[in-house]
DNA sequence: TTGATATCATTTGCATACGAATGAATTTGG
DNA sequence: CCAAATTCATTCGTATGCAAATGATATCAA
């Protein structure tokens, strides 16, 4: 092997291949994929109800009275995508609102009585909806999973 | 203890408390947090392109000329959402479209010269960002969490 | 106290994402 | 060969998701 043949194998090994980019093999490529079959799965066992909205309902059984940006928070979405979940649920009655006494600005959220019995209806069945997400993987495979997982979110 | 103390133990072994179901330890709410993390990483590095955008760009790089559809299925896209994000991509000059001589109803996707100027350039923002979403991890870990990701998704 | 900042909510605009319906073109099965 | 089924693309409606701008209210600091 000449010394050149080194060189070059030497540059290639630090800078990988310019040519060879596997979107296929990107993790935001393979988490976006991953994401859309949780969601597919989710709209199978729950048909009538966004993972989203479950969400804000199940943290609302959880934390109990909160405001609409507090909420936002606890279940990581913005402002403005918050408004239109908690405005959907609403409308369905799963949800009421009412100002805050002191604080003027805040729009206070919390379960009507059918809001909280959809969240124990459907609670059993996210269960299963996370069971059958996580089906390919072998129990100790999924704890290892989670636990990285959790490290990048 | 008494015999009733064992049952309730045993039913509640097996029924896990149904007063605990925790919506930050479910795997869909954990791959949504991770992926908007991504997406969040990805608008920082390539401020003028979205992942999805980038995707087509990318696999029409791998693959040369493909109808619409078959692009979609190539990077996970229904036929409506890779409309609309080729669409967005033609508009700007970086893809362009043809009829498929022989098959009348195909509508064939093409880069532009300029478009593969781009996906060139972009590549080694692409593997920086896949690199810092990958950060909190180590390498060893990577790989583990590659393999299992890739089994969900 | 008051002026600067910060917080809460809303609105607008843009970009996925997908189900369902539709129409055009092709393929298949009898 | 022809009717049925399939495929490709488009359109519509609904639902996130986020940046940016705005208005109202609250807090902080000089």
Redesign the pocket.
């Known amino acids: 092997m000449s010394g050149e043949d080194n060189l070059l194998k030497l540059v290639e090994a630090e800078e990988p291949d310019e040519n060879d980019y596997r979107l296929q093999e990107q993790v935001g490529f393979i988490l976006?994929k991953a994401?859309?079959?949780h969601?597919?799965i989710f709209?199978a066992r729950i048909a009538d109800?966004?993972?989203?909205?479950f969400?804000?309902l199940a943290k609302l059984r959880d934390v109990g009275e909160?405001?609409?940006?507090?909420?936002?928070?606890l279940?990581?979405?913005?402002?403005?995508?918050?408004?239109?979940?908690?405005?959907?649920?609403k409308?369905r009655g799963l949800v009421e609102?009412s100002k805050?006494e002191?604080?003027?600005?805040?729009?206070?959220?919390n379960l009507t009585a059918e809001g909280r019995d959809a969240v124990e209806r459907l609670i059993p069945l996210a269960r299963e909806i996370t069971q059958e997400t996580l089906a390919p993987l072998s129990a100790k495979e999924i704890a290892t999973f989670m636990k990285l997982l959790a490290k990048l979110a």
């Not at 909160?66 to 928070?73: E, K, P, R, V, Y």
């Open positions: 976006r994401h859309q079959r969601v597919s709209a109800l966004t993972p989203p909205q969400a804000a909160t405001s609409q940006n507090q909420l936002g928070t279940i990581a979405m913005d402002a403005a995508t918050v408004k239109g979940v908690i405005d959907r649920l409308a609102l805050h002191v604080d003027k600005r805040r729009l206070l959220v």
